[in-house]
């Protein structure tokens, strides 16, 4: 079966949604929205990797779009910046629509406590359409789902969890939002949005929920850690010009308390330089600042790394690519879901296709 998609928003993560829904065989592109005048009349074609005309051109018109009736929409537009997610998405939603998505990453486990209200009207649109939503990405997303899930499923005894992205984002061109979230180039006294209003517990939160729920433990508290570096030489990168003494490094945990241990915890080591002899936060075991590690300790434990690359060489292409393709690739099972508000416990694998090259 084929499913109809339209494709909503064209950047960093919705230009390779665009290419991926593209490329799949079970999907079927039939329109695209575009927020930017810029981007409003031209191919879905020319706004990704495609190479070749398609004959959809995107558009600003909502109307326009739910008029084609599409069995989901890959909605990729970031929340935090674009103040009508909650209202477009409800609109679709209610409309019959499906959506599919990397906005809004509280959303990845729905049932965390602090998303009851978000989720009762999000729920209440689902009903009234009859259609599915279902929130991922890589980190927060598969990085603390499958990841651990799976390599949980071998031991007797879980201990602890400890999920750890390492990233280098000097190659990744993202100034005015992940820069500006960071604090990157900032002063060391700048209130960095990701630290202020608990947005570390609203984004990873719910991660370490949907682990203690699997595992059947009981969280007793959040909390965060969390710590700058400062650039000691000018760092002049996609993300920006980072100053010597303004910050070119963060680094963060969000823990999940379990009978006062850390048990569940997610954490960040994000820079934009090289590591140093000198560095005390983690790094991959060759030494290299990009992937992710995978701690389970219990009975037996397990260490597992995953080293990311995109075709271009560029580790960051590879972050947004499968962040994207997560909700992309998911597509066909979200369609067949029972309505309602899901996370990834509610669907089956979710898989790539065996796809390759243009159609």
């Known amino acids: 079966m084929t499913y109809r998609v339209v494709q909503w928003s064209t950047g960093n993560v919705g230009s390779y949604a665009l290419n991926g829904i593209l490329l799949h065989p079970e999907l079927e592109l039939v329109g695209v929205y575009a927020h930017g005048s810029d981007k409003q009349g031209k191919d879905a074609g020319q706004l990704c990797a495609y190479g070749a005309s ?45 959506v599919s998505t990397t906005s809004n990453v509280r959303l990845c486990y729905p049932q965390a406590p602090f998303n009851k209200e978000l989720v009762e009207r999000l729920e209440r649109s689902c009903q009234q359409g009859g259609s599915t939503l279902f929130t ?61 209003n608990n947005r570390l517990t609203n984004n990873w939160g719910p991660m370490i929920y949907m682990l203690a729920d699997a595992l059947r433990v009981e969280i007793d508290e959040i909390r965060e850690v969390y710590e700058t570096s400062l650039a000691e030489e000018t760092i002049d990168c996609p993300m920006g010009l980072i100053r010597p003494g303004t910050v070119d490094g963060v680094y963060f945990q969000v823990q999940g308390i379990v009978k006062g241990k850390a048990m569940i ?54 972050g947004t690519k499968a962040t994207a393709m997560r909700v992309v690739n998911a597509i066909p099972a979200v369609c067949r879901a029972q309505p309602g508000v899901k996370s990834v416990l509610d669907l089956p694998i979710i898989t790539a296709h065996g796809y390759s090259g243009a159609r």
């Not at 960040?268 to 300790?297: F, Q």
Request: proline letters at 7%.
């Open 265 to 318: 915890v997610a954490e960040h080591v994000n820079r934009l330089r090289p590591t140093t002899d000198t560095d005390d936060w983690p790094t991959m075991a060759d030494g290299s600042d990009t992937g992710y590690r995978l701690e389970i300790s219990g009975e037996p434990s397990f260490v597992m790394e995953v080293h990311m690359q995109a075709e271009d060489g560029n580790h960051t292409t590879a």
């Open 54 to 98: 398609t004959g959809i051109t995107a558009t600003g018109n909502v109307d326009k779009l739910l008029a084609l009736k599409p069995d989901c929409v890959c909605y990729t537009a970031n929340n935090t910046v674009n103040e009508n997610y909650l209202e477009e998405t409800c609109r679709l939603l209610e409309a019959g629509i499906n």
């Open 136 to 196: 991922s990405g890589m980190d927060p997303g598969a990085s603390g789902d499958y990841f651990p899930l799976a390599l949980s499923s071998l031991s007797e005894r879980v201990d602890s969890i400890r999920v750890v992205e390492m990233m280098n984002y000097a190659s990744y061109p993202d100034p005015d939002y992940t820069g500006y979230v960071f604090g990157y180039g900032r002063p060391p006294e700048f209130e960095a949005p990701l630290f202020v």
